[in-house]
């Protein structure tokens, strides 16, 4: 059993593609044209990063959605994304204008900084513990 994709909602399809697939390098896995429960035309999109079992389906806002965007688990860090080369990829993502709410810091888990996606909610980029 695992968890194959988890919903994240946002305002555009592009600008989400774009922040996940160029900023993140994530992998776009599908993006293919759908219908709504009530039969109204949106995308099936589905973004992970390379190599996991889980992705993000990038859900674009109905009107009453619009409200969860950025905001999908009430100003907490919802989403936790570890990398193999802390430095390297946060030096990629401020060069590429990601905003980062907090200086990177070491804790007994690892480095960890808290980065806002394309939408707002925030996230920690995680990375090996320094060790020292």
Do not use: C
Not at 54 to 80: M, N, S
């Amino acid at each position: 059993m695992q968890i194959d994709l988890v919903t994240l909602v946002v305002h555009e399809y592009d600008p989400a593609i774009r922040f996940f697939v160029d900023v993140l390098g994530f992998d776009l896995v599908e993006d293919s044209p759908s219908t709504t429960n009530d039969g109204r035309p949106k995308r099936w999109v589905v973004v992970r990063p390379p190599g996991a079992a889980t992705g993000l389906l990038l859900a674009r806002a109905d009107q009453h959605q619009a409200r969860a965007v950025g905001d999908q688990v009430a100003g907490r860090v919802g989403f936790f994304l570890r990398v193999d080369d802390f430095a390297a990829t946060y030096e990629r993502m401020v060069a590429a204008g990601v905003e980062f709410v907090t200086e990177p810091r070491s804790e007994p888990y690892g480095q960890v900084v808290v980065f806002r996606d394309v939408a707002g909610n925030r996230w920690d980029l995680l990375g090996p513990a320094t060790g020292g």
